[in-house]
Nanobody, 129 residues
Framework: QVQLVESGGGLVQAGGSLRLSCAAS????????MGWFRQAPGKEREFVAS????????YHADSVKGRFTISRDNAKNTVYLQMNSLKPEDTAVYYC??????????????????????WGQGTQVTASS
């Protein structure tokens, strides 16, 4: 079974930066499309970014585009979310997720939670003003 463990969350001043990491167990990590989602209290889980199995293609939500960057290192079985210019509205629990889907790209960027098969436990990110 696949296990995902997020780390790197914390408290930061608005305008600051954080890098989240998601470590995956399993030898077939490179076969998964990976994504980041976030969820604030009382709100729906929101898509943040996704990345193809090779890392060659990425997609970012409009709300974070230009500020956040998703990347992956398959040799380390790890996906990252670099978050710059953080805003108070970025405050949420951030989750990484893995999908066994094979049709990433071409308008399909796995932006819905139900497109993912495995989820991490989440890590809290708080950006204060």
């Amino acid at each position: 079974q696949v296990q995902l463990v997020e780390s790197g969350g914390g408290l930061v001043q608005a305008g600051g930066s954080l890098r989240l990491s998601c470590a995956a167990s399993g030898r077939t990590f490179s076969n998964y499309v990976m994504g980041w989602f976030r969820q604030a209290p009382g709100k729906e889980r929101e898509f943040v970014a996704s990345i193809s199995w090779s890392g060659g293609t990425t997609y970012h939500a409009d709300s974070v585009k230009g500020r956040f960057t998703i990347s992956r290192d398959n040799a380390k079985n790890t996906v990252y979310l670099q978050m710059n210019s953080l805003k108070p509205e970025d405050t949420a629990v951030y989750y990484c997720a893995a999908s066994t889907g094979t049709t990433y790209g071409g308008g399909y960027y796995f932006t819905a939670p139900n497109e993912y098969d495995y989820w991490g436990q989440g890590t809290q990110v708080t950006a204060s003003s």
